[in-house]
């Protein structure tokens, strides 16, 4: 059992996963300090959502460490489910459930015992600013969706918040409602670790950033270091991934 | 247009993997093979066949392949594939061409009727008595024309039944006089019942007025008259006009239907009193187990009795099951009590299962979908939830069992308190079994299913043909003890071979449940993919 708040969030070294000869993540070394506001970034297929999911277990990786908490992945698993908060990209609410009922079952999953589960999720729906009514899951439009997602993700108050785009398909209201709680887990010492293609959310809500580019790391730093260089999130995104080439035009268009 | 929708179709079928290619070729040559022996026994008789035969047994021949056509998908729960109009509405095309690849589809759902319809005409072409090779024309034309027939009335029923059954509320009940409609005169068969009208019925049916004797007697004149003949053929010609207006005009109205509309919740309060009895049904695994177990039983009822797929194979367990077997239980009953009588319970309950196998310990996690990542994702080991799975299914199969005596008993129909008993733990050890294999087939063969479309096939084909394949094998041991006990006439033999079963069937979870969990946690990645892939233009 590792000392508590010794180790950082997520240390991750060496990290490889390659699909057939193709590596989709191509030794990735990352350090996610306790408490930070972490954006990690990367243009489409340069291997985040597949980064998140090694963290979560969901895939195995070829080589390298993972220790999330200070407890070793896959080894310990089960401990780092456990601390963990996870919003992924694919919908992971179960459509024939209430808003209620879901974060009840999760809950209960999580360990919390039934009564407890009951009032947090209806504390949740609350906060969310959901209606608990009989409405299922399947009825929920996509930004209520990610709304209870992100509930889901509370419940158990977890150390750790892994979120892949958490506010894709979110209106203004929601989006800022999401972040402000966010935040607000940060401050009382939680660490987050998003995912998003939203540059200007990820450089008003991050202390921290990286880069990811063809499966490797390319930048890594604090949002106060890339200020001091004078370039904002989109300039110095752009400008590692290499994507300012001339745009060609299609005569037929 | 159809060339680039069946092309999207059939790249979307792609299998990510050469696994269980082999499986669905078994499964196909043993479906098909199994046809093809109908096929050519069918043709066998016809080519033997003499013209009183021919002219009495065509026409109830053609009557019972209309019948299995069009009965046959509806009774299975699985009404084959068809076009997703979310994907294609969007597009241009015009609707006779979405129409003509319906039919399409009908005829692909259909093909062991055309084998059996061919091999008929095969057999009536080398029957000196059916006039030869010189009846090819009037023999491939009405055969042809029956078959649209059969084509057009299988894709109007279906959208018929696609728009009723997925409406809340009318799907149940449409489900019911499903059960009544189908199996109605078998039951009064078999019941010995013999009205004075059926007898004046079995003429009537005989008549051209009808499709299959309007096609038998257009295609085998047999000594009747020309115009006789030329009657016959118009009539068949109407029958098939009629099915195109059916077919065509049920197609269109599901074009325009709202699915979504049909089944959102109402908005009127439900009962405090209903609320509160659902609630306590919902909170039984709470009172046996302790969370998580509980907790994903209790969502599985919670989902389950939700989904209205489940809710359509569920009441099928109790109604068809019931209609089908009982009339030969009350036959059996009276001619000479014996092993329908004594196991009639026991029957319709493997009916039943069989029927919520496909929604449930099949493809455990294909009415979650991409859902059943949080299984991946919680805190738990993935044997609880395909536990917490298992015993939610075996509730339901108990729940069924209970619905089931409490039916037999109102029609009259008496058993045993030994019977109950036995019944519920042979049930019990079924279960263990398929459960057991239901678990592998899950985290090999996974597939996303909506709860919604009740006339989609339950598991991919691969699982279809694990089951086929399987099934009738991991049930030997609970055959055994019915055959210990006929074989020694001993209830003791029965009991004792019946333990055997029960000790292997546990040891045979145990293995198949670490086995299970080996290979979830070894493909985890491309259950997930399974479990979020979406269907092509044409959703199976």
Known sequence: MPEEGAAPAILVRGLRKYYGTKPAVDGVDLEVPRGSFFGFLGPNGAGKSTTIRILTGLIPYDSGSVELLGYRLPEQDLEIKRRIGLVPDESLLFDRLTGVEFLEFVGRMYGLARPVAIERAHGLMDLFQLLADRKMIAEYSKGMRKRVAMAASLIHHPELFLMDEPFEGVDAVGARLMKDILMDQVRRGATIFLTSHVLEVVERLCDRVAIINDGKIAVCRSMAELREAGESLEDAFVRIVGAEHQMERLDWL | ?540
């Open chain 2, 1 to 540: 247009m159809i060339a680039a929708i069946l092309r999207a179709q059939l790249l979307s079928m792609r299998p990510g993997s050469n696994r269980g290619l082999g499986l669905g070729v078994l499964a196909a040559v043993f479906w098909y093979g199994f046809w093809l022996f109908v096929s050519l026994t069918g043709a066998f008789f016809a080519s033997h066949a003499t013209v009183d035969m021919l002219r009495y047994g065509f026409p109830l021949g053609l009557m019972a392949l209309c019948i299995y056509w069009q009965a046959i998908p509806v009774l299975s729960a699985s009404m084959g594939s068809s076009l997703d109009m979310r994907k294609l509405m969007v597009y241009p095309t015009p609707h006779e061409k979405l129409f003509l690849i319906e039919l399409l589809l009908r005829f692909a759902t259909g093909i062991e009727m055309q084998m059996v319809l061919a091999g008929a005409v095969i057999g009536l072409l080398r029957n000196p008595v059916s006039g030869g090779a010189a009846a090819l024309p009037s023999l491939a034309g009405a055969a042809l024309l029956f078959a649209l027939f059969n084509l057009l009335l299988a894709s109007g029923t279906r959208s018929l039944l696609e728009r009723l059954l997925g409406r809340r509320k009318v799907r149940e009940i449409v489900a019911l006089l499903l059960a009544m409609t189908w199996v109605a005169p078998r039951f009064v068969m078999m019941s010995g019942v013999k009205p004075t009208w059926l007898q004046s019925a079995g003429v009537i049916m005989g008549s051209f007025g009808w499709p299959w004797s309007a096609a038998a007697r257009a295609a085998l004149p047999l000594g009747q008259s020309t115009g006789t003949t030329a009657l016959c053929w118009l009539s068949l010609c109407a029958w098939v006009m009629i099915a195109g207006w059916f077919g065509r005009a049920q197609f269109e109205r599901n074009l325009r239907y709202d699915t979504l509309a049909a089944q959102a919740t109402p908005m009127s309060p439900v009962s405090a009193r209903t609320s509160l009895w659902t609630e306590r049904f919902y909170r039984v695994p709470a009172l046996l187990w302790r969370d998580p177990l509980a907790a994903i039983v209790e969502k599985e009822l919670r989902t389950l009795t939700r989904s209205p797929r489940f809710r359509l194979v569920f009441i099928m367990g109790f109604t068809f099951g019931l209609m089908f077997w009982l009339p030969m239980m009350l036959r059996h009953n009276r001619q000479h009590p014996g092993f329908l009588t004594h196991n009639f319970l026991v029957i319709v309950c493997i009916y039943a299962m069989t029927l919520i196998g496909q929604v449930t310990y099949w493809n455990c996690f294909g009415l979650d979908r991409s859902a059943a990542i949080f299984y991946f994702v919680a805190p738990q080991p993935i044997s609880r939830t395909l536990l917490g799975k298992n015993i939610a299914c075996l509730f339901f199969l108990y729940l069924e069992a209970v619905v089931l005596m409490a039916l037999t008993l109102a029609v009259r129909v008496n058993f045993s308190l030994g019977q109950v008993v036995e019944t519920f733990v042979v049930i019990g050890i079924c279960a263990t079994y398929v459960t057991a294999l239901g678990n592998i087939s899950s985290v090999n063969y996974p597939r996303a299913l909506s709860p919604e479309r009740v006339s989609q096939s339950g598991g991919g084909n691969r699982a279809q043909a694990l089951v086929a394949l399987f099934y009738p094998v991991v049930l030997l041991p609970v055959i055994l003890a019915y055959v210990a006990r006929y074989a020694f006439d001993s209830d003791v033999a029965f009991a004792l071979v019946l333990s055997v079963a029960a000790a292997i069937a546990v040891i045979f979870y145990w293995i198949a449940m670490e086995s299970a969990v080996k290979a979830a946690s070894a493909r985890r990645q491309s259950i997930l993919e399974e479990l979020s892939r979406g269907d092509g233009p044409v959703g199976s």
